[in-house]
């Protein structure tokens, strides 16, 4: 009956059905069979009203759908599958508890004797409660889009008020370079205030020079001509003098301005970075439709045999819609592709407004601040949706082999805003997109392995360690010496170890008491320190989720790095202004919210089937949606108000220049006029 709890004791010898009529005003009910004993191990099924009925351990998986059970189990069952409107709830207890989870088999250890069965009883509870109706699907699904769309409203209202603000200043005569309109004159009086020991507001030799690539905005290339060309290369805007201004002598000085890394032509670097845009769409197509297709097979499988173990869903939380049996997982990742959309647009916005003050030459926009790129950012916009997409693939069936699909595009959202993050103060030498997402695939790759042979293998985890750790070193180095550290030797082949052990002893033992770039040298030690301790505990631990694994280490050097960038912010006596210090303080509480919820742990493919749903959960929100649910909300938006940091804090540069403030390394090109004085009031970079 309907509503009603039914207990009953059930055996390998003595198994139980029920038959269960739909009501009439019912289209949908919840079967809820819960037990105090863990084992013995037992089976649900619901079958069609057929005969015979399959009420035995080998037959049982032949008719219907089925779970395996331990302590819970849940199945949905909807009307319109039993065209008689009724059905057979079918309990059997399996002679042995290895698909639950138990021991191993007795006759696989040459034990044949079965009279241990006998004793092999299970006490159950069985309660049908009608399921959700329909109109609660509609309202759920208002919710999701309605709750996201807000974040559009919140948009439009924001650049409203910027615009009313803008106009104001217009008439008032008062602009800031942060508006993106009216022409300065390059007369503007420079005051420079420099940290102790940098010789800040002097002139620096070595970045005034002829190497020192400074024009005026009539000398400028319009800022129209931006167009793609088969001639233009990065290599041929290159044109650093190597003999008035080599580069090993600019990028290794100990105080390092912004200048220094961003003397490339700025129309061939924005192209450089655009190609991250083009690359991650053309990635995103081919990675995800083999996804597709076969999440829908797995779906298929299920809804053909009925095996409901080869999903690992939240079952008491469960529902389905058309041919997908968990709608409410999937409908829940929206807040992904809504918000990377609108992401995207955001940025977009940002790119005319700074394409119409280039246009109309603002010196500003030209001369002042840090070099604008807007190509990483469209990147991140998209890998924010393409999380969305992969994360509802995984959802379609839920289980070990396809986790990777939810996290594939985690690595690259957190490998592309630590390269946001490095770009801003280092526009020249930041990672072209080729060797970017080679990285990445390489890393999607030993993510794979590691769920091949990430379990029991030790040999595996040597080599990943290995490999850990010898990355995190040559990038380091890399770090450490803005790119310029080669180990070459055109002599011989002993040149190679005669330049490590030059490198060895000038950096490790004369100046061991201090190093040159103190600020790098303790980012990069505490970020090897840690590196290496999650290979050390890779090693000694090999834990089961490798996927997860490999995205811990992306999240902790992602936040370590922003963590040593604020900092530095910070120290160079930067100010952060309220919409970036909201954007902040809003990423920071919306990500504490969604990992509560991340840690409620509803279901887990580490275990069997029968032990992950003792994990499972009713619904906690409207009816529909549950924990993990939440967590696909709440982390849509974190990620969001994560992303709109980047660009506050960029777009903060040029008006905190206005003001005085100490700027660590935030300059750009300055006009012919300025010559004489070596840079914008800024701090030496790191």
């Known amino acids: ?113 079965r009279t241990w069965n006998l004793q092999r009883t299970k006490n159950l509870q069985v309660t049908i409660v009608p399921s959700i109706k329909k109109s609660v699907y509609v309202q759920a699904m208002f919710f999701s889009f309605l709750s996201f769309l807000s974040f559009y409203l919140g948009s439009v209202v924001v650049a409203f008020v910027h615009y009313i603000r803008v106009r104001r200043k217009a008439s008032a005569g008062r602009l800031s370079p942060e508006d993106g309109s009216g022409i300065m004159t390059s007369s503007h009086p420079i005051t420079a205030s420099t940290p102790e020991g940098s010789s800040y507001g002097a002139i620096d030799e070595s970045s005034s020079s002829g190497g020192r690539q400074l024009s005026s905005p009539e000398r400028r290339p319009p800022a129209g001509s931006d167009t793609d060309s088969s001639v233009e290369e990065e290599s041929d805007f290159d044109t650093m003098p190597e003999i008035e201004s080599d580069k090993n002598v600019i990028r290794t000085k100990v105080f390092l301005y912004l200048s220094d890394l961003s003397r490339k032509d700025r129309r061939i670097v924005s192209k450089k970075y655009k190609i991250y845009f083009w690359n991650i769409i053309t990635i995103a197509v081919f990675y995800a439709l083999p996804v597709i297709q076969l999440v829908i097979t797995y779906q298929t499988v299920v809804n053909v045999t009925g095996n409901q173990d080869i999903c690992y869903y939240n079952f008491l939380c469960a529902h389905p819609l058309g041919v997908l049996s968990a709608f409410n997982n999937i409908l829940s990742n929206v807040g992904h592709m809504l918000l990377g959309f609108l992401f995207l647009l955001i940025v977009l916005r940002r790119d005319i407004l700074h394409r119409r003050a280039m246009e109309m030459k603002d010196v500003y926009t030209l001369d002042y601040g840090i070099p604008k790129h807007f190509g990483l950012f469209y990147a991140m916009g998209i890998a924010l949706m393409m999380e969305g997409v992969l994360s509802a693939c995984y959802h379609v069936c839920p289980n070990y082999s396809n986790f990777q699909f939810d996290t594939s595009f985690m690595y690259m959202i957190a490998g592309l805003c630590m390269l946001k993050l490095y770009q801003t103060r280092h526009p020249d030498i ?90 790098r040298m303790v980012l990069l030690i505490v970020g090897n320190l840690v590196n290496w301790s999650f290979a050390i505990f890779g090693l000694v631990y090999r834990p089961k989720d490798f996927a997860s694994y490999i995205l811990g280490i992306f999240i902790c050097n992602l936040l370590l790095y922003l963590a040593f960038y604020i900092i530095m912010k910070l120290r160079s006596s930067e100010k952060l202004l309220p919409i970036p210090l909201f954007c902040i303080v809003a990423t920071a509480v919306v990500w504490a919210a969604a990992l509560y919820f991340f840690f409620q742990t509803l279901s887990s493919w580490e275990e069997t089937p029968a032990e992950s749903r003792e994990k499972n959960r009713p619904c906690i929100l409207l009816g529909f949606f549950d924990d993990h649910d939440v967590w696909h909300f709440l982390s849509a938006a974190a990620l969001f108000f994560s992303f709109l940091s980047w660009p506050q804090q960029q777009e903060q540069k040029s008006e905190a220049q206005l003001h005085g403030a100490l700027l660590h390394g935030a300059t750009w090109k300055l006009h012919e006029e300025m010559q004489l004085v070596d840079l914008l009031r800024g701090d030496v970079l790191v």
């Open 1 to 113: 009956m309907t509503n009603k709890a039914f207990n009953f004791t059930a055996s390998p010898s003595q198994p139980q059905y029920f038959l269960y009529k739909f009501p009439q005003d019912v289209d949908s009910v919840i079967i809820k069979v819960v037990s105090d004993a863990v084992y013995p191990c037992s089976v649900v099924s619901v079958q069609d009203i057929v005969c015979p009925v399959y009420d035995l351990d080998h037959n049982v998986e032949f008719n219907g759908v089925y779970q395996s059970m331990t302590k819970q189990a849940a199945i949905t069952v909807q009307r319109k599958d039993f065209p008689g409107e009724q059905f057979f709830v079918v309990f059997v207890i399996k002679p042995e508890d290895y698909a639950c989870g138990g021991s191993v088999p007795s006759s696989i250890h040459g034990n044949v004797n």
């Open 430 to 519: 930041n990672a072209s997109a080729y060797s970017a997402y080679a990285s990445f695939a390489v890393v999607i790759c030993l993510a794979v392995l590691g769920v091949v042979f990430g379990k029991n293998d030790m040999w595996f985890w040597v080599i990943f360690s290995m490999i850990h750790v010898l990355a995190s070193l040559a990038l380091s180095t890399q770090i450490y010496y803005m790119g310029r550290f080669k180990i070459d030797g055109p002599d011989s082949d002993l040149g190679i170890f005669r330049r490590a052990a030059m490198v060895l002893y000038t950096d490790c033992i004369q100046q061991c008491s201090r190093p040159m770039y103190m600020d």
